[in-house]
């Protein structure tokens, strides 16, 4: 079984300062990790994901993500927040087997910044 | 433009009547995929297909029904709509079952039932 916990469903930060939003999971499987973004109206976009290899994954627009095994976590970073990153954001993963490849999604983080 | 889409983006119905949402994509994907989006539960899937006439049941299936005859399309039908099905429905695909590839989503369906 998988599942993914998104700590805080609403997060506020001022416009400059860091965001961090935070993602732990839990996988019977290394996990494949994904973080997603929703803008008001519109379907989700990948932002960017981990599968193998560098723990530190770069994403678009300024985010960035480090999976960290020991902690069970993928929290995603942007060092300073722009308007623009005002959305409702989806921390998701999938147990990789064969023929069950179904992607779980966390509640969702709506993030707020402040002028 | 490499896209999926689906229609109705918007629609409000009444208990029982049968409805369907269509959903089509232009990526020649393999796999193909419904959820639901509720608030404070985040996205759920309903169905998936892998391939044509390959589908399956995800979390939450109960009152759906899907079809796969064709690559790029992948219907959701409400055979007797409920207001518990109340709800954003979004369509997404992929190249492939595989993990790594990227889910492309629909700009969603936003469903009320009455």
Redesign the interface.
């Known amino acids: 079984a998988q599942s993914v916990t998104q700590l805080g469903?609403h997060v506020s930060v001022s416009e400059g300062a860091l965001v961090l939003l935070r993602c732990n999971y839990s996988s019977s499987v290394p996990p494949?990790l994904f973080w997603?973004v929703q803008y008001p109206?519109?379907?989700?976009?990948?932002l960017l994901?981990y599968?193998t290899g560098a723990t530190l994954v770069k994403g678009i627009n300024g985010f960035e993500a480090e999976f960290k095994k020991s902690e069970t976590s993928f929290h995603l970073t942007k060092p300073s927040a722009h308007m623009s990153d005002a959305a409702e954001y989806?921390c998701a993963v999938?147990s990789?087997s064969f023929?069950n490849?179904?992607?779980?999604?966390?509640?969702?983080t709506r993030l707020t910044i402040i002028p | 433009e490499a896209q999926?889409t689906q229609n109705p983006r918007y629609l409000i119905t009444v208990t029982g009547k049968k409805l369907t949402v269509t959903c089509s994509q232009n990526m020649n994907h393999e796999?193909m995929?419904w959820?639901r989006q509720d608030p404070?539960?985040?996205?759920?899937?309903i169905y998936?297909s892998m391939n044509v006439e390959v589908t399956d049941k995800?979390?939450v299936p109960e009152g759906y029904k899907v079809s796969r005859k064709e690559k790029r399309n992948f219907p959701l039908i409400l055979e007797s709509p409920s207001p518990n099905q109340t709800s954003l429905y979004?369509c997404?695909s992929s190249r492939t079952?595989?993990?790594?590839n990227?889910?492309f989503?629909?700009?969603?369906t936003r469903l009320t039932v009455l």
């Open positions: 469903s494949y997603y109206n519109q379907g989700l976009q990948l994901k599968t989806f999938i990789p023929g490849e179904k992607l779980t999604f966390g509640t969702g | 999926v796999y995929s959820y404070g539960l985040g996205l759920r899937q998936y995800g979390d979004f997404a079952i595989l993990s790594y990227e889910q989503f629909g700009p969603g």
